[in-house]
């Protein structure tokens, strides 16, 4: 059982949050799914009580990822794809602007993804899309090669084609931001690659002591979510979940000036001794979603009266999908990110979607 309510509905000219509620054990899994839908993430934060030894569960499960210095015909040789591509989960992002720059990915589903301006869609000869955003008619162009197609072999015409674009336009060797995972597990794999420098994510932690924690069963056992009170309650979780990852005192308690901010955790609360864990880089669907099903399992044995468990995730700002193909810009902010809430002794979880205005996501 699971259904979105966007908040607010204007596609283009605001940014989106939608907000679905899911059951855990559900076929659909929606909690799930936005995890692993959602391939170019460079931070997760959890919240939980710090009974629960969450910053152990995140270093063991977000590994290491890498930075190598590839050209693009490298991405297509056949050795390759057949080292990196076909058996395992490859992620791959270069750096640059997406609005402004080229921008080159491969999604972790075996599809390079080539956000180019016109010029370079000119010179290369290779068929794409019109981009849909930014707004203004042929200005970029998206090009999706599938590397695991048959055609994408040297003896076939159509990879001829690509290779003699890339070779004769894209020619230099670009600092890609590498993710290498085995495709069952999620953990990370050696990318055995000249050059390729492995990284580790960065980890931080610290406590807050006697957080008020907005409480959740209202949010998650609501059978109309399109009432004014479930979805004022829902957006001030979400404003809740944002000042906690940022480490505001206002989760407290403090008062801030009232000029600057009139901002006080809404009641019905509960307060919590909480551990707050971040870590950064280029991480892991599969590993974030390990983390996820460990916090929804850990809050459906916590007694009532606690606080459940946050799982925040943001997506690097300048990736050219955010959710599955879900064309992605920056414009202002480049925000695509989204968090799951877990509550005490329950089966049901809600789920945050959030985008700037240019991202077709919906």
């Known amino acids: 059982m699971s259904s979105h309510v966007p908040l607010?509905?204007?596609?283009?000219?605001?940014?989106?949050?939608?907000?679905?509620?899911?059951?855990?054990?559900?076929?659909?899994?929606?909690?799930?799914?936005?995890?692993?839908?959602?391939?170019?993430?460079?931070?997760?934060?959890?919240?939980?009580?710090?009974?629960?030894?969450?910053?152990?569960?995140?270093?063991?499960?977000?590994?290491?990822?890498?930075?190598?210095?590839?050209?693009?015909?490298?991405?297509?040789?056949?050795?390759?794809?057949?080292?990196?591509?076909k058996n395992n989960t490859l992620l791959a992002l270069s750096p640059g602007r997406i609005d402004t720059d080229d921008v080159f990915a491969i999604d972790g589903n075996g599809t390079l993804i080539l956000n180019v301006c016109k010029d370079t869609y000119e010179s290369l000869g290779i068929v794409g899309t019109q981009a849909k955003i930014p707004l203004e008619r042929g200005s970029r162009f998206v090009i999706k090669i599938d590397l695991k197609a048959a055609c994408m072999v040297p003896e076939k015409k159509y990879y001829q084609r690509i290779k003699a674009g890339f070779d004769a336009v894209l020619n230099e060797g670009i600092e890609f931001l590498i993710g290498f995972y085995?495709?069952?597990?999620?953990?990370?794999?050696?990318?055995?690659?000249?050059?390729?420098?492995?990284?580790?994510?960065?980890?931080?932690?610290?406590?807050?002591?006697?957080?008020?924690?907005?409480?959740?069963?209202?949010?998650?056992?609501?059978?109309?979510?399109?009432?004014?009170?479930?979805?004022?309650?829902?957006?001030?979780?979400?404003?809740?979940?944002?000042?906690?990852?940022?480490?505001?005192?206002?989760?407290?308690?403090?008062?801030?000036?009232?000029?600057?901010?009139?901002?006080?955790?809404?009641?019905?609360?509960?307060?919590?001794?909480?551990?707050?864990?971040?870590?950064?880089?280029?991480?892991?669907?599969?590993?974030?979603?390990?983390?996820?099903?460990?916090?929804?399992?850990?809050?459906?044995?916590?007694?009532?009266?606690?606080?459940?468990?946050?799982?925040?995730?943001?997506?690097?700002e300048d990736a050219p999908v955010s959710w599955t193909s879900s064309e992605h810009g920056y414009l202002t902010s480049g925000e695509h990110m989204y968090v799951e809430v877990f509550a005490p002794q329950s089966d049901r979880c809600a789920i945050f979607q959030a985008c700037g205005p240019w991202d077709t996501h919906s």
């Open 182 to 316: 085995d495709s069952e597990t999620g953990g990370s794999l050696n990318f055995d690659v000249p050059g390729a420098t492995q990284c580790l994510p960065t980890v931080e932690e610290h406590m807050v002591a006697e957080a008020l924690v907005p409480q959740l069963s209202e949010l998650l056992a609501a059978k109309d979510k399109a009432e004014e009170d479930w979805i004022e309650r829902a957006q001030e979780v979400f404003e809740w979940v944002g000042l906690a990852t940022l480490g505001s005192s206002l989760v407290v308690g403090t008062r801030a000036d009232p000029e600057v901010c009139e901002y006080v955790v809404s009641e019905p609360y509960t307060r919590a001794n909480l551990c707050v864990v971040s870590v950064s880089g280029m991480l892991s669907p599969m590993a974030i979603s390990a983390v996820a099903h460990k916090l929804a399992t850990q809050a459906s044995t916590q007694d009532a009266a606690e606080c459940g468990a946050f799982l925040c995730v943001w997506g690097h």
């Open 8 to 85: 607010p509905r204007e596609r283009h000219s605001k940014s989106k949050l939608f907000v679905a509620l899911s059951s855990l054990g559900s076929k659909k899994k929606e909690h799930l799914k936005c995890i692993t839908s959602h391939p170019f993430n460079y931070r997760c934060t959890t919240i939980a009580p710090n009974s629960l030894d969450i910053g152990q569960l995140m270093k063991a499960h977000m590994g290491c990822y890498y930075r190598a210095t590839l050209k693009l015909s490298d991405l297509i040789d056949p050795a390759f794809i057949a080292a990196f591509v």
